[in-house]
């Protein structure tokens, strides 16, 4: 049966609101907004700049006005131990844009391979419309980085700089989608018209010679072999010559990347713990490294973080950055803004209906180097190295607070070392559930 509101229903709620504690809080809400009329300083004493684990990372990046905080904090991450093994300065990073500009290249192709995959489909069937929405983006996810890293390796920034629209992206990205769009009607229609396989390789290759350069033309052309030269900290000099991208992630950083998972905490029905799931249509390289979740509760998410601070290692992770967060004093936490007490609602959740029903997803990549333990060993609040520049929080860093952790953060990125036999076996062995390409948990950063 309809619900149509009545005028007399109008009279009726405008009767309710004539109070004078109403009145008080419209004219606060009225001249300065819900978040400055809401916001807690109880919050902001609650959570001081001192941590027990505390990693010395050097000065924050930023990534301006571009979508690269997963790229950004998978490399800050690498960064760290390059600058403490070799003593360079406090200045020194990767080339963001580097990485940037092979994202890209292989997004295009990603792209073409879903296209011919869902071309028998109908255009508004919610996989094309879903894929057609946004053929590529800048954000992306740890596994993909490191897809990229293992094909294409990294660079010092000082060799692949940034570029204009690396660090301002929306005009690109517009442009970019405007040709994938373009290429995936003649991609669809070759299908339609029963096209020959040779032809539509031909025309795939035609397609991705374009892309490529535009890429150059707009980032710049990547290196191939480069020098390295670099004072260390003391101001010795040091050069080495004609390095591969490849041959620098080997010598300067070596990781084994494949060692480095991504632990999730996901609380949803559809998802049970401690079993791995993917997400279909999410990649950047065809044939690279998939994207693969481990779904753990969250003190165990925890856990494992802090055994890779202990190790002197930072942590790259995924969160929700919308709410509850105070970009000046850079502190995240709970009751941050009490919008709810202030404008007489009830608004509460939990993590799991906020993922079920649209409310929360990852948003947003940044990089744990601290966290301060009670006498049990209990985290009380975390140190956070985002990538916007020192001119926000503490010259860059954040502080958050636990209970926001458990709230609002989704995913951690961990030596597999650090989990138990019994759950890297699961990793290693269980064929992952897929997960539809609009899940919360396919979000990018």
């Known amino acids: 049966m309809p619900f149509a509101i009545s005028l007399h229903q109008i009279e009726q709620f405008r009767k309710n609101t004539q109070t004078i504690e109403h009145a008080v809080r419209q004219r606060a809400i009225t001249k300065n907004g819900i978040a400055a009329t809401s916001f807690n300083q109880k919050t902001i004493n609650q959570n001081p700049d001192v941590f027990s684990v505390d990693l010395d990372t050097g000065k924050v990046a930023n990534q301006k006005q571009s979508g690269r905080c997963w790229m950004f904090a998978a490399l800050n991450t690498m960064r760290h131990d390059i600058k403490d093994t070799f003593h360079l300065s406090e200045d020194f990073q990767l080339s963001q844009s580097y990485t940037y500009f092979w994202d890209k290249f292989e997004k295009a192709n990603y792209f073409y391979e879903n296209v011919l995959a ?39 920034q000082s060799v692949y700089p940034e570029s204009y629209e690396s660090s301002s992206s929306r005009t690109f990205n517009t442009t970019f989608n405007t040709k994938l769009r373009h290429d995936a009607v003649i991609l669809r229609n070759l299908i339609a018209q029963e096209a020959s396989t040779d032809e539509i390789t031909q025309t795939r290759q035609t397609m991705l010679s374009e892309v490529y350069n535009m890429l150059s033309l707009t980032f710049g052309e990547p290196p191939v072999a480069f020098d390295f030269t670099y004072r260390d900290q003391n101001k010795n000099y040091h050069v080495e010559h004609n390095l591969t991208p490849k041959a620098y992630y080997e010598q300067f950083i070596g990781w084994q990347l494949d060692d480095y998972i991504s632990i999730i905490n996901a609380p949803t029905a559809d998802k049970p713990f401690n079993a791995t799931y993917t997400v279909d249509m999410l990649g950047n390289v065809v044939g690279g490294r998939e994207v693969k979740h481990l779904n753990v509760d969250i003190d165990l998410m925890k856990s494992l973080a802090i055994k890779q601070l202990q190790a002197h290692q930072s942590v790259w992770f995924g969160v929700d950055m919308g709410p509850q967060v105070d970009r000046g004093s850079g502190v995240m936490a709970n009751n941050m803004f009490a919008t709810d007490e202030l404008l007489q609602v009830n608004t509460m959740m939990t993590k799991a209906q906020r993922l079920d029903y649209g409310e929360s997803l990852m948003t947003h990549a940044m990089v744990l180097t601290g966290v301060d333990l009670d006498d049990s060993g209990k985290p009380l609040r975390w140190k ?62």
Not at 139 to 148: E, F, L, P, R
């Open 118 to 156: 869902t071309a028998t489909e109908a255009l508004n069937s919610r996989k094309v419309s879903f894929l057609m929405t946004t053929p590529q983006q800048d954000g992306g996810q740890w596994d993909m980085m490191v897809a990229i890293i293992q094909k294409y390796g990294v660079v010092p």
């Open 384 to 445: 956070v190295e985002n990538s916007w520049g020192e001119k926000v929080g503490q010259k860059g860093y954040f502080i958050m607070s636990d209970d926001w952790m458990s709230e609002y953060a989704y995913q951690v990125v961990v030596n597999k070392s650090f989990l138990s036999d019994e759950l890297r076996n699961i990793y290693d062995t269980a064929e992952p559930t897929q997960l539809a390409p609009w899940d919360p948990m396919g979000a990018l950063a």
